[in-house]
C-alpha cells in the first residue's frame, strides 16, 4: 500500500545545477500537485495537474517546469537551481476536488 | 484575496488535557476546510474536513472541529490528549471547484507527561 510515493528523499545541490524530482502514486488518482513547505509558512503549490498530460500553474511556479506523462506520474525540474529554492518539497494527489488528500513524504533539497 | 491564519506557531498541554488549536479564515464566500496533521519526516495527513452540511465535523483520533460562519473560525478540538497527538497541524482553506487550497502557517502541538 505504497500511496503516494517521492524519490529522491534527499538532495544537495550547486546553485545552477538542474534536477528533477519524480511523484509516483499508486491509487489511479487524476489530480496531483507538487507543493514547497517553507518555515512558517505552510505549503504553497507550485504547479498541479488535472490528468495525464495536463499541467498548471499554481501560486509559486517561476523556476519550476512540470510534466504528467502518464497518470501514475508527475515529475518537478529544476533547470538551474537558486539558494531560494531550498525547501521541503511534497507531491500530494486526490481523486478530484482540487484539494489534495494523499501526500508523499517530500524530497528535501538544499542549493548551495 | 483569501488567506488562513492560524493563532499560536506551538501550543502545549499536558497529557489528558484539551486540545484547541485555532484557525481563522478570510473569504466573502464560506470555502472548504481542512485540518491536516503532519509527523516529523512525514507528509501531512487529512484530518478532518468541512464541505457543507453539518459544521460539526469529527475526524480520525479523536480530533473534531466546529465551522462558525459568524466568527470565520474552523478550530480543532480534542478533548483529551495523548502523547501521540504530539505533531504539526495546519488548517486550509479552498473554494468549490479551485485549486487554490491555501494553507495557514502551522501550529506545533506539544504533548506533556
Known amino acids: 500500500n505504497a500511496g503516494v510515493t517521492q524519490t529522491p528523499k534527499f538532495r544537495v545541490l550547486k546553485t545552477g545545477q538542474s534536477m528533477t524530482l519524480l511523484c509516483a502514486q499508486d491509487m489511479n488518482h487524476e489530480y496531483m500537485y507538487w507543493y514547497r513547505q517553507d518555515p512558517g509558512m505552510g505549503l504553497r503549490l507550485i504547479h498541479y495537474s488535472v490528468g495525464e498530460g495536463t499541467t498548471a500553474k499554481g501560486e509559486v511556479p517561476d523556476g519550476y517546469n512540470v510534466s504528467r506523462l502518464k497518470k501514475q506520474n508527475f515529475l518537478l525540474g529544476l533547470e538551474s537551481a537558486a539558494p531560494s529554492q531550498t525547501s521541503v518539497y511534497f507531491c500530494?494527489?486526490?481523486?478530484?476536488?482540487?484539494?489534495?488528500?494523499?501526500f508523499g513524504d517530500g524530497t528535501r533539497l538544499s542549493i548551495l | 484575496a483569501q488567506s488562513v491564519t492560524q493563532l499560536g506557531s506551538h501550543v502545549s498541554v499536558s497529557e489528558g488535557a484539551l486540545v484547541l488549536l485555532r484557525c481563522n479564515y478570510s473569504s466573502s464566500v464560506p470555502p472548504y476546510l481542512f485540518w491536516y496533521v503532519q509527523y516529523p519526516n512525514q507528509g501531512l495527513q487529512l484530518l478532518l474536513k468541512?464541505?457543507?452540511?453539518?459544521?460539526l465535523v469529527k475526524g480520525i483520533n479523536g480530533f473534531e472541529a466546529e465551522f462558525k460562519k459568524s466568527e470565520t473560525s474552523f478550530h480543532l478540538t480534542k478533548p483529551s490528549a495523548h502523547m501521540s497527538d504530539a505533531a504539526e497541524y495546519f488548517c486550509?482553506?479552498?473554494?468549490?471547484?479551485?485549486?487554490?487550497?491555501?494553507f495557514g502557517a502551522g501550529t506545533r502541538l506539544f504533548v506533556k507527561a
Open positions: 468541512y464541505t457543507t452540511g453539518a459544521t
Open positions: 486550509a482553506a479552498g473554494n468549490t471547484g479551485g485549486f487554490k487550497t491555501i
Open positions: 500530494a494527489s486526490s481523486p478530484g476536488g482540487g484539494q489534495p488528500q494523499h
